[in-house]
């Protein structure tokens, strides 16, 4: 019974780990595809408070990519097919960690380069 009691246990460790989204893997994709449009990334991020983005980034990103669909900006159109993509919809939970964590009353400073 010990043994299967710590494979439970170990598996919903390492489940849990890897569920939770990581900033630095946020920094990575915002530098990756979204820096090319928004060039002040450091001041972009902060531009926004932890409770808009909150409001942009939930159901996963739901909201952000909406406003890039709709935006008539060359650059915005350009971003259309990452939006729809699976790889936003995976990734949004990192974007989230990251622009939380560097959000304009965070006190953070993020290095996107």
């Known amino acids: 019974m010990s043994k299967f009691l710590i494979f439970i246990l170990s ?49 996963k990103g739901e909201k952000l990519a909406e406003i890039h669909m709709e935006s008539k900006d060359e650059a915005a159109e350009a971003s259309r097919e990452y939006f729809q993509s699976r790889a936003f919809t995976k990734n949004s939970k990192h974007l989230k960690d990251f622009l939380f964590e560097y959000a304009g009353d965070s006190g953070n400073v993020p290095a996107c380069n």
């Open 11 to 59: 598996i919903s460790i390492f489940a849990s780990v890897t569920l939770n989204a990581a900033v630095y893997k946020g920094q990575k994709e915002f530098v990756k595809k979204c820096v090319k449009c928004h060039k002040a990334g450091q001041v972009f991020v902060s531009t926004k408070k932890k409770r808009e983005w909150n409001v942009f980034m939930k159901n």
